[in-house]
């Protein structure tokens, strides 16, 4: 039988402005001082500020019940740690915050509304998360609705058996949208969610070494995102391996449906992705091994000191996609009215990597690709550039993470990968495109069964 600890009991009340927060919060540290059981928001819109999530304590949403962000930030902690990325100070507060707790969750049929168009307030620069949950295990959060956070909705740090259900994600209102990000976790299970935002929708990142990512396992779940569906690294100084991914749909991705980026020196591999049906997604699969370092620049880790070397990326499988544009993917397509995501030169499968550091064991099996096509050959710059290894050339132009924003084959741009294998690969063009058809350049290639 649960225990029960009902946060009207100790004078919440849900009246949609009052402030609940002291409220809520007596009510979660009284059921983690007497062993546990669950907090219940019911009936009614319960406002609050930073809450602090205790081990053994559950908090229930129920369907007739919101739990809504305070519109001022002076209501949310300094002390709920930081976002790890250099330029993003401006995310460092969340809405809910849990640090070394154990057994641990929400869940209900309610909602959680981070009140995304208040933020930032005038005069301050933060944006809080929704969640954010450091050192944590044992996490369940499942079947809410998480809507309109201000910043990213979910942000798992250096946690172990995280089970996410049945989440309905939208994250459409600023910029950071992010879904579901974990970073240094471990024995996750990503289910049954629909996740839409301005940012990535889910990503698997790797800070630090001490924690390595694995064990990760995303099923039966719906994307749509102005940037990535699913991206793996960027943030990889440890390593990413043993990812399962399949049974999903991705709609109108303006970038990538799966993107991998090996940048920080750690490793990822093990990766296999089956069973994907996507619609407009620019680039149906994107991958990158390099290096790279801006320690004042979009996407550099707070753990990264220096310039790291390469890293490697193998072992990777994608099977059994159907990726298909329609005449939208016509369009030149931007966030927030400015800046440009996508636009048909940008479309196509790519990977690249510096020469001495290629990417290893690629298989791609039954894949079936209809892009926009309708590109002119004076549309793409004639040189194409190669990735550098930064050690060495240093603050030279080159390929890398953002750069460069086309592709010089209408369906296929793949360099230097060793043990690459092509098998019931089909390409279709809805408009006749002028770039080379396919582009497979200082790859060793074991197998290639490719129709035009």
């Not at 919060?25 to 001082?33: P, T, Y």
Request: net charge negative; hydrophobic share 35%.
């Amino acid at each position: 039988m649960k225990t029960y600890y009902n946060a009207k009991d100790f004078g919440a009340k849900a009246d949609g402005v009052t402030k609940d927060t002291k409220a809520i919060q007596e009510a979660i540290n009284l059921c983690n001082k007497q062993g546990g059981g669950t907090v219940l928001l019911e009936e009614g819109t319960f406002v609050s500020g930073t809450l602090y999530l205790r081990s053994n304590v559950y908090i229930e949403i129920a369907v007739s019940a919101k739990l809504l962000a305070s519109p001022n930030i002076e209501d949310y902690g300094a002390d709920t740690h930081y976002n790890r990325y250099r330029n993003e100070k401006n995310m460092d507060r969340c809405f809910i915050y849990a640090q070394e707790a154990k057994n641990i969750g929400l869940y209900g049929h309610g909602e959680i509304n981070g009140n995304a168009e208040v933020f930032p307030n005038e005069g301050s620069i933060y944006r809080p998360m929704m969640i954010r949950l450091l050192r944590c295990s044992h996490i369940h959060i499942s079947d809410l609705k998480l809507y309109d956070s201000a910043a990213w909705t979910i942000a798992f740090l250096d946690s172990s058996y995280i089970w996410t259900e049945g989440l309905d994600i939208c994250n459409e209102k600023r910029y950071n949208g992010d879904g579901l990000d974990f970073d240094g976790c471990s024995h996750v299970f990503v289910n049954n969610c629909r996740i839409k935002g301005t940012d990535d929708n889910l990503c698997l990142q790797a800070s630090s070494k001490e924690y390595p990512v694995k064990n990760i396992h995303i099923s039966n779940c719906e994307f749509t995102s102005i940037c990535a569906a699913i991206r793996i690294g960027l943030k990889s100084i440890g390593s990413i391996s043993e990812v399962t991914i399949h049974n999903c749909t991705m709609y109108n991705v303006w970038r990538e449906g799966i993107k991998l980026e090996c940048t920080e020196g750690g490793n990822i591999s093990d990766i296999m992705v089956s069973n994907i049906v996507m619609r407009n997604v620019r680039r149906p699969i994107y991958a990158i091994l390099n290096n790279r370092f801006l320690p004042d620049g979009l996407g550099s880790s707070v753990e990264l000191m220096d310039m790291p070397d390469i890293g490697t990326m193998k072992r990777i499988l994608f099977s059994n996609i159907f990726a298909t544009d329609d005449e939208e993917m016509k369009e030149t397509h931007l966030r927030f009215h400015k800046d440009i995501m996508g636009s048909p030169r940008f479309n196509g499968i790519r990977m690249d990597a510096e020469d001495n550091h290629p990417i290893e064991q690629v298989m791609i099996d039954h894949l079936v690709y209809t892009t926009i096509g309708g590109v002119k050959r004076e549309e793409i710059p004639e040189e194409y550039p190669e990735v550098l290894d930064q050690k060495i050339h240093l603050g030279i132009s080159c390929s890398e993470n953002y750069f460069p924003d086309w592709s010089r084959a209408t369906f296929m741009d793949i360099r230097n990968v060793r043990g690459l294998s092509l098998k019931s690969v089909q390409f279709h063009a809805m408009h006749p495109d002028e770039r080379e058809a396919v582009v497979l350049e200082k790859c060793s290639v074991l197998y290639k069964e490719i129709t035009i």
